[in-house]
């Protein structure tokens, strides 16, 4: 058991670690049932990494979670992006389409997690730094298989159910996480309007993907839903590019961000529905409901990021 004390010195780095993990633990752990699930049977040995690389952030997760009870901001349990209230049903019926284990404890352990009390327990400092140590060691070596599984399909010597752009995706989202978490267990705090901004045209970019390839997993009978999510790619797209554009006065930053901000709840809205839809099995598509809930959770995690600013006050710290 764990004294408790106030550390305010350590505060933000134990708070923001553990939300980050809690958050992208669980996203890695996803893009591992994913890759399992797209596998042929005959590709043994990458069946067998992916289905390592799940258990490996179950325990990243476990103790992340361990270490997070009255520790995790309340603003980041609201916002659900670690679970929304389909994630334990899309979870039932994932495991019980693609057969593959999903340890649901874990997620129910979450759902009980309590908001940050105001007091941090005095001895938990080392304990993150451990599991950000290892949490990069690991991040890192499934960085470099997703890489080594795009490499092989797109050379045509491996064959999986992800489109290529699934596959670079969620190796951009391993080096996102790599560098945020670098970043705070190096304590570096970059100009906070840079951030805010790289964090916008990364996030952009991942949005409009999320569009295009649920556009091309939707079954092609399913107009009206292929449409919102061409409108939905387009409007990312031109977005991205305007982030993208030299020398962003403030006037424009300010603009934008209502715009990435409108963009960003109308994704979200759209993928909640999607999940709800396929959990009813009302859509006709190739999408499992673990993979649209956690498009949901990408897009409520943009969008805590994006809620942060205020006309005047221009990054998160
Ligand atoms: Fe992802
Ligand atoms: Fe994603």
Redesign the pocket.
């Known amino acids: 058991m764990l004294a408790t004390g106030s550390v305010p010195m350590i505060g933000n780095f134990v708070r923001e670690s553990l939300d980050l993990h809690l958050f992208f633990a669980r996203?890695m752990r996803e893009?591992a049932i994913f890759m399992q699930a797209g596998f042929l049977p005959k590709d043994v040995t990458y069946l067998q990494q992916a289905a390592q690389f799940k258990c490996q952030y179950d325990e990243i997760l476990k103790e992340a979670i361990r270490l997070s009870d009255c520790t995790t901001s309340g603003e980041v349990l609201q916002s659900e992006e670690l679970l929304t209230d389909k994630t334990l049903r899309a979870e039932q019926k994932t495991q019980e389409l693609t057969g593959i284990p999903i340890d649901m404890a874990l997620t129910a352990e979450e759902l009980r997690l309590n908001p940050d009390s105001g007091t941090l327990p005095a001895e938990i400092e080392p304990y993150v730094c451990a599991l950000n140590q290892k949490a990069m060691l690991l991040i890192t070596s499934f960085a470099e298989f997703k890489a080594i599984v795009l490499d092989q399909v797109t050379h045509c010597c491996l064959i999986t159910n992800l489109f290529p752009l699934q596959i670079e995706h969620?190796y951009k989202?391993a080096l996102y996480y790599l560098k945020v978490l670098k970043r705070l267990q190096n304590n570096q705090f970059v100009d906070s309007r840079v951030d805010l901004l790289e964090q916008e045209v990364f996030w952009d970019e991942i949005m409009g993907e999320h569009a295009r390839f649920v556009r091309h997993l939707l079954d092609p009978s399913e107009r009206a839903l292929c449409r919102k999510a061409k409108e939905l790619t387009k409007g990312f797209e031109r977005l991205e590019q305007k982030m993208k554009g030299e020398g962003l006065p403030a006037s424009s930053f300010g603009r934008l961000m209502h715009e990435n901000i409108a963009a960003t709840l109308s994704i979200a809205e759209f993928k909640a529905m999607g999940t709800e839809l396929i959990l009813a099995c009302q859509l006709k598509s190739l999408l499992s409901p673990l993979l649209i809930d956690?498009t949901l959770r990408?897009a409520n995690y943009y969008m805590r990021i994006l809620q942060t600013w205020k006309p005047g006050y221009l990054g998160r710290r």
Do not use: L, Q, S
């Open positions: 996203i893009h969620v989202e956690h990408e």
